[in-house]
């Protein structure tokens, strides 16, 4: 009996959760992380979130950032991390982190090291999304105050998912993405890109967020294209558009066509989908593109209330993709030499004996690939107006 | 009072528990490492042949209902060589358990609790471990039908939650890499998992209250634990990828992180990853069970339970220094382990059948 007490005590010291503990207070919530590299060390700029000063109920809140940032220096990623805690009073907790931005410095030199310590981090949930600070530093990026949220974390975020949900001339990428196209030989890496834009030298001031326009805002960017672990360029929106076309990636967009001289007829398309198949016969890619849309603006004289018309209009615009798609997909292929459209992996996955004669000449395949493109439209819409003003 | 009667249900639970807890760490693990993309085929192909080893385990849970395993295997093969198979499945068991053990520190020290001794998170699931077993077996069987409960909500909960981040296409080529991968990951969970059901016979059948539906309750409940492995593998591919769930230790966990349900359920990885706990402690308990009701048949010596509780995890402790070793001894060394029990199984079967005829020629 007495030991049985001896256990339920030791049970009720053991499990009362005190060992190992931390208050919410003594930790420093990072929400953005920036990597910069300078003279072979890397740059860690941490963004933690400023809890103690929201809290406050003395002045004005609005002066007072709603992140703080730290900054460290190390050989390492996570001796630069580590070495953050010289000048932070609190535990580096980076569980909820939102955005990583890795500058262009780096991604230039190839980012293979740093991913390494980002998929081990048992803290970091590989479900982030992860930028290249384009023209600029990571660290300036990181510190950018921005007028519409407190913090420019969930800022970056936003405008990522924004782009894709209105024009998806940008991808939105995890680091989980990352990891798996990265350890997938078959598929080449994309990462987004965000720019300062305006006059970048008062980003980190109280006063770019106190005028109706800021001096100073975060834009994101097409994505940057990799070849291995290495940065090769940025692709441009019509190229960035194709890419998101081919791989599924379309939530929505806008296409625009001349329909007569200096006139325009926009769509927006809704619902899109992609199917790529390889022919081993023809040796060669079907892509077929599928998109519902409506017609947002038409400048053009046109009887939309005939059938025969809407038929010619959907013509069109399936013309109009299949050129952006054609001349797009061969200029990332001649201009890039890197598969981010997972060509490989799609042999490999649906064709598996063919991959099989290939695999070793892939390069040389890639280069001369060819395609074949189907495109269907139907604008099932017409907004508000059922003819053209004109 | 102790009775020591449980219902069939709860022997279901437990046979599900214990092929189960070797999945998470070890099976996982090592079919990825094997059969790569077709790892999810490995389950269903297992299941088949596994048949034969849940008619096998009938037969023996059905032949002299009133005795344990031990005292079956001493009748089949004499007292001596009963004796020496009893001491060779002890030593198994002791084997199978500090992988089980040093498994459930592992998966805690590596993703929640860093910093704590493996000793004293160790030291708290003895504890438990201990309390339980010296119950007796009611309190087993109660505990096995609560666990079950809890496994499968959370199971089903995980399950739906997965389903968004399924992309079917992360499962080509379908085999690809040739059957000899899909073969090695097929025999490693026969191994691993099908095979370890062998220590519930230390449970009697008379000991089940409705035993005249145990039959049926551990077909049904094989059929479970087969179903349970597949869509854990099924999905872990589908989602993850082959590429990032073969380079971590715990896929299962890591894919738990993509729950997203309606924008607001997330983060809950910590909360569902019980489940594979859970499993891994009942698995321990009952193979504390056996070993204790194989040295000291007729008493429940409570010393007894904590010696070889903490012993086996002391020995987790100091055998497993790292992970490494323990991934190399249970890819290199652990089938071999189970590979002895089983083939000491299927001859002591064969032994028992052809007593079974002589004694039916005999009438």
Known sequence: MKIKY????????????????????DLAIVSAIGIDIKDDNYIVTTQVVNTQKNSSTSGSSSDIPKFIIYTGEGKTVEEALKNINYTIPKKIYVNHLQTLVISEDLAKEGIENILDYLFRNIQMRDIYNVLISKNTSAKKIIETLVPSESINAKDLSKILENNMSSLSTTTQVTMKDILNNYLNDKIEIIIPSVSLIGNTNDNESTENIKSSEANSRLKID??????????????????????????????ETIITYQCKDQNYLVAELINNSADIKFDEEKKKFIIKVKSKGNFEEINCDLDI??????????????KEIKNIINKNVNQIITKYNSDVFGFQDIIYKNNNDYYKKIKDNWEEEFKNLKYEIE????????????KVIK | MKNNKISSIQFGSMLIMKILSTFLGVSVYSILKTSNVDAY????????????????????????????????????????????????????????????CYNLVSLIVSQFLTKTSPLIIGFVFSILLIILNNK????????????????????IFSLIGLIPSVEIDNLKPFLANGNTGLIKGTIRIILYNLSTIFTLLIIPKSNIVDKNNSNKVVIISYIISILTMFLTIFFIISVLGIHLASYYQFPEYIMLKSINMLDFINRIENILVIQWILELFFTGTIIVYFIKKTILPNKNNNLLTSIITIGILFSAITLFKNNTIFNNYTYS?????RLTALIILIILFVVLKIKTRKNKNSF
Do not use: W
């Not at chain 1, 269907?376 to 107006?385: C, L, S």
């Open chain 1, 222 to 251: 097409t994505v940057g294209i990799f070849k291995g672990s290495k940065l090769k360029g940025y692709l441009t929106a019509d190229e960035n558009l194709t890419l998101n076309i081919i791989t599924n990636n379309v939530d």
């Open chain 1, 305 to 318: 209330e005939d059938h025969k018309v809407i038929d010619e209009i959907n013509k069109n615009l399936g």
């Open chain 1, 6 to 25: 001896l256990l339920i005590t030791i049970l009720v010291l053991l499990l009362s959760g005190c060992h190992n503990y931390n208050e919410l207070n």
């Open chain 1, 375 to 386: 495109v269907e439209v139907n604008i099932a819409t017409k907004g508000n107006g059922l």
């Open chain 2, 333 to 337: 060394v652990l089938p071999y382990i």
């Open chain 2, 136 to 155: 007796g077996l009611d309190t087993l069987g109660r505990v096995a039908q609560i666990f079950i409960v809890i496994i499968f909500i959370m199971f």
């Open chain 2, 41 to 100: 085929l490995c389950p269903i192909i297992a299941g088949i042949i596994g048949i034969f080893l849940v008619y096998m385990f009938i037969q023996f849970l059905n032949y002299e209902e009133e005795l344990p395993l031990d005292k079956k295997i001493t009748k089949i093969l004499g007292k001596k060589l009963g004796i020496i198979v009893n001491i060779i499945f002890v030593i198994i068991a002791v084997f199978a358990n500090i992988s089980v």
